[in-house]
C-alpha cells in the first residue's frame, strides 16, 4: 500500500521515513483520497512496523495513518465516530491496539461497548483470537472496522506490538530466545541496544518468509479489509 501521513505530527512523519531507510525501501506517498484508514492506539512501534507491513502487501491501493489523542480500546468507537462526523468517507477502518494485560475477553467487550457508547451498530462478520472483522453503521453509513490485538500466546502476562518484533529476531536468528527477561517490552528493548539488529529486524519485515506467521493476525485483517474496497 501506499501511505497517506499527511494527518500525522512531524515527528511522527519522521519516524516513518527512518524506518523505510533502515529498510532499504521506498516511501511512496499516497495519491488522492486513502481507501483505507488505519487508526493506532498504542505506542509509535506499532506505527514503525505496520507502516512496513502495509506497503509490504499491496500496492494498489492507499492507507490513511492517523494516531489520535485518546488511546486505548476504550476509545475505539469515540476516535471513529470523531472520524465519521468530521466527514471521511472512507468505508474500512483498520484499528491496531495492544493487549496489555487484560484478557481477551475483557478486551473485546470494552471495544464492543466503547463502539455501542458512540453510537456505532456493529456485527461480528468474521473472526479469530486476536482479530474481527465488524460490519458497522452509524448515522445511516455503512462501512467495516477491522480490529486487530497485538500479541502472540496464550500465556498470562503483557502482550503488545514487541511479542512480534522479538519473535521476528528470534526465528531470523538476529536474538536469542533465552533470556532472563520474560515481558517482550523489555526484551526488546534489550534487542535493540544494538543499533545494527533493531535496523534489520524491521528490513526483515519487508523480506522474511516468517512475517506472515509472526504478524498473523494484522495479515489476516488487512486482507479482508483490501478486498472490501477492491
Known amino acids: 500500500m501506499n501511505l497517506d501521513t499527511s494527518s500525522l505530527d512531524a ?3 519522521a519516524e516513518i521515513l527512518k ?6 525501501a521506498k516511501f511512496v506517498r499516497g495519491k488522492g483520497a486513502p481507501h483505507l484508514l488505519v487508526v493506532f492506539l498504542d505506542g509509535s512501534e506499532d506505527i514503525r512496523a505496520v507502516v512496513l507491513f502495509l506497503h509490504k502487501m499491496d500496492g494498489k491501493h492507499t492507507a490513511g495513518i492517523l494516531k489520535p489523542e485518546s488511546l486505548g480500546p476504550d476509545n475505539v468507537g469515540k476516535n471513529l465516530s470523531t472520524y465519521l462526523q468530521a466527514g471521511f468517507k472512507q468505508t474500512a477502518y483498520l484499528v491496531i491496539l495492544d493487549q496489555e494485560t487484560l484478557e481477551l475477553e475483557e478486551l473485546w467487550s470494552r471495544i464492543e461497548n466503547s463502539l455501542a457508547k458512540h453510537g456505532i451498530k456493529h456485527s461480528i462478520e468474521r473472526s479469530d483470537g486476536r482479530w474481527r472483522l465488524y460490519t ?12 486487530v490485538v497485538n500479541g502472540l500466546g496464550q500465556q498470562s502476562g503483557k502482550h503488545t506490538i514487541e511479542d512480534h518484533l522479538v519473535e521476528l529476531a528470534v526465528v531470523e536468528k538476529l536474538a536469542n530466545e533465552s533470556s532472563t527477561v520474560n515481558d517482550s517490552k523489555n526484551k526488546w528493548l534489550e534487542i535493540s541496544k544494538d543499533e545494527k539488529i533493531r535496523r534489520e529486524v524491521y ?3 519487508l523480506y522474511s518468509e516468517y512475517v506472515t506467521r509472526v504478524f498473523e493476525q494484522h495479515v489476516s485483517v488487512i486482507k479482508e479489509l483490501i478486498e472490501k474496497v477492491e
Do not use: D
Not at 19 to 24: R, S
Open 136 to 147: 458497522c453503521s452509524h448515522g445511516g453509513r455503512m462501512l467495516w472496522v477491522g480490529v
Open 11 to 13: 515527528r511522527l512523519e
Open 203 to 205: 528490513k526483515r519485515i
Open 19 to 24: 524506518v523505510f531507510k533502515w529498510a532499504n
